[in-house]
């Protein structure tokens, strides 16, 4: 029941993260809409590679000195961490997988303990990119926030008091 929690509340966060890019590069083409993000952890196969795209996509398109640009932001480099989380999530599921074909309770409880401790490194990286990549969308949006815009400037102008 908490992994199902944790992944709903997951999968609601990558979504959100998805769609905050869009803000903060308009009219850029992403290659994953928010929808699949979120929907590609569901199909078989695909979900071994593309979630971690997605999501990699999102941190890139999340760097604060590329915001408003179009396609910048692709160059941008994706830290160590999440190649940590994403192995150690594969091999959880991987070793959680076997764990339950073996039938000898001895080596099934060894892999299961295995698979346990790799759930929990994919769990402390997870949180930590969740973290660091919340900060960096908090940064792309004071910075879309604080710049001044035409329209800005236009109303500043015109409070301003008419001097002879």
């Given at each position: 029941l908490g992994q199902v929690v944790a992944a709903i509340f997951f999968l609601r966060w990558l979504n959100r993260a998805a769609h905050?890019?869009?803000?903060?590069h308009p009219g850029a083409v992403f290659e994953f809409t928010p929808g699949w993000a979120v929907g590609w952890w569901f199909v078989p196969f695909?979900?071994?590679?593309k979630p971690l795209r997605a999501t990699q996509e999102i941190w890139r398109a999340s760097e604060p000195d590329c915001v408003k640009s179009d396609r910048s932001y692709l160059g941008a480099p994706v830290p160590g961490l999440m190649s940590t989380w994403?192995?150690?999530w594969i091999?959880?599921?991987?070793?959680?997988?076997?764990?339950?074909?073996?039938e000898e309770p001895g080596p099934s409880a060894t892999i299961g303990a295995i698979a346990t401790c790799f759930t929990i490194v994919a769990c402390i990286a997870v949180l930590r990119l969740m973290k660091d990549m919340g900060?960096?969308?908090?940064?792309?949006?004071?910075?879309?926030?604080?710049e001044?815009?035409?329209?800005?400037?236009?109303?500043?102008?015109?409070?301003?008091?008419i001097s002879p």
């Open positions: 905050n890019v869009r803000a903060f695909a979900n071994l590679i994403w192995g150690a091999a959880s599921g991987l070793l959680g997988n076997l764990s339950g074909r073996i900060e960096r969308q908090t940064e792309c949006w004071r910075k879309i926030h604080e001044p815009t035409l329209r800005s400037a236009m109303q500043h102008a015109a409070a301003l008091p």
